[in-house]
């Protein structure tokens, strides 16, 4: 019998494209997104490579899904994402009506939660896989960032 994949597995995934962002000089935040166990969309941070400041992980993720699904909302997907999302990423994840957001780390400073932000409320919530190699992985880039300048 095949086993289900499971959230560990997903977020594992999320975190080989925070490792690619870390790779390019991005705030390592990775992000898949999941439908009957199948990862339909892929994401980085792309802020810098596109001097764009909306070009966080989770706003490249939900284009792709639903270009992916032919469709703006993602009723029955699953989001793990790396880092708890911001306040901008949160609403765009209200307005397409996400199924279910995995994040691994907290953010006590900017994430959706610390700001106050809702998601939609059919989106269940599910936090803290991975969420020590997540936030190792965040210190490292701010070390190694900090020890440039």
């Known amino acids: 019998m095949i086993k289900p994949l499971d959230d560990a ?23 898949v997104v999941v439908i009957n166990e199948k990862i339909i969309a892929r994401g980085h941070n792309l802020t810098e490579t596109l001097n764009d400041v909306t070009a966080h992980a989770e706003m490249q993720a939900i284009t792709a899904a639903a270009n992916f699904l032919g469709g703006k909302y993602l009723k029955g997907c699953t989001m793990y994402v790396t880092l708890e999302p911001c306040q901008m990423c949160a609403g765009a994840l209200y307005w397409s009506q996400l199924s279910q957001l995995v994040y691994a780390a907290n ?20 936090s803290g896989i991975m969420e020590r ?17």
């Open 9 to 31: 597995y997903f977020m594992k995934r999320a975190m080989d494209e925070a490792h690619i962002a870390f790779q390019r000089g991005e705030i390592p935040v990775g992000v």
């Open 107 to 126: 953010d006590l400073q900017r994430g959706f939660r610390t700001m106050g932000v809702q998601l939609h409320p059919k989106t269940k919530v599910k």
């Open 133 to 149: 190699e997540a936030s190792d992985l965040l210190k490292r880039f701010f070390i190694q960032k900090r020890n440039l300048n």
